[in-house]
C-alpha cells in the first residue's frame, strides 16, 4: 500500500526512541530510533518491531519513549485581529 494510501487510512509519521542495554556492557545504554507510519494509539507496527527485538537481539529493552504525528489533516484556520480592503 503507498504511503498516501496509509496516512488516508488515519496512519501517523511515529517516531520510538529505544533505549537498551549493550550486550557486552549492560550497564550502558544505547539510543536506537525507529520512524514508520503507524496507528495509534495501540501502534500495531511498533509493537511488531519490538516483539521482533525481544525475540531475535541481544540487547535488552530499557524504555521506548513515542511521538506521533498526523501528517494529513483538515487546513486550520487563524483568525487575525485585522481586516484589509481594497477598492
Wanted: with cysteine.
Amino acid at each position: 500500500m503507498t504511503t498516501l494510501a496509509l496516512q488516508l487510512r488515519d496512519y501517523r509519521l511515529t517516531t520510538a526512541e529505544i533505549l537498551y542495554h549493550l550486550p557486552d556492557h549492560p550497564g550502558l545504554l544505547q539510543s536506537y530510533v525507529w520512524q514508520e507510519l503507524d496507528l495509534a494509539p495501540r501502534f500495531p507496527e511498533l509493537r511488531r518491531f519490538l516483539d521482533f527485538w525481544t525475540r531475535s537481539l541481544e540487547g535488552r529493552l530499557h524504555s521506548v519513549r513515542v511521538a506521533s504525528a498526523q501528517l494529513i489533516k483538515p487546513a486550520e484556520l487563524c483568525l487575525q485581529g485585522a481586516e484589509l480592503r481594497l477598492t
